[in-house]
């Protein structure tokens, strides 16, 4: 029996790149190889190896990584050029506020009191210019 795509052929295919794409994304979001593993429910060792060792995408997990990851899957599989990249640092700090989000209200408003505190005394120290 002939199949148009043989069976043999599929552990063959692969997408090119597709292991740096999926560390490079990662990496932009400022996520831990544990961590996405977590949100899709598998293993650090296994985002590891799909990074380094595989050019084959998961297909039971694409729709998952990309969720985690906030893209489509096509920018994920490199079908479609990547969104501008978060800022590494901003993601950063982007977590940390997540982080703060489940702090109780009281908590939250206290740590939101200390970062416009110290915002506040450092563009007080920054010289103005003033208009001619």
């Known amino acids: 029996m002939h199949h ?4 043999e ?3 063959e295919r692969s997408i090119e790149g597709f292991g740096r794409r999926l560390a490079d994304i990662r990496k932009s979001r400022s996520m831990t190889q544990a961590q996405l593993g977590e949100f899709v429910g ?6 590891a190896y799909y990074e380094t060792e595989s050019d084959q995408p998961p297909g039971a997990l694409l729709a998952e990584l990309a969720k985690a990851l ?3 899957a096509d920018e994920l599989l490199g079908l479609k050029p990547p969104k501008e990249p978060t800022n590494p640092k901003l993601a950063r700090l982007l977590n940390r506020l997540k982080r703060v989000a489940d702090l ?3 908590d939250q408003r ?3 009191q200390h970062i416009d505190a110290l915002a506040d005394a450092r563009c007080k120290k ?4 003033k208009a001619s």
């Open 4 to 7: 148009p795509i043989g069976t």
């Open 9 to 11: 052929n599929m552990k």
């Open 42 to 47: 598998v293993s650090n060792r296994v985002i």
């Open 70 to 72: 906030k893209v489509s």
């Open 104 to 106: 109780p209200p009281a």
């Open 110 to 112: 206290a740590v939101l």
């Open 126 to 129: 920054k010289p103005t210019k």
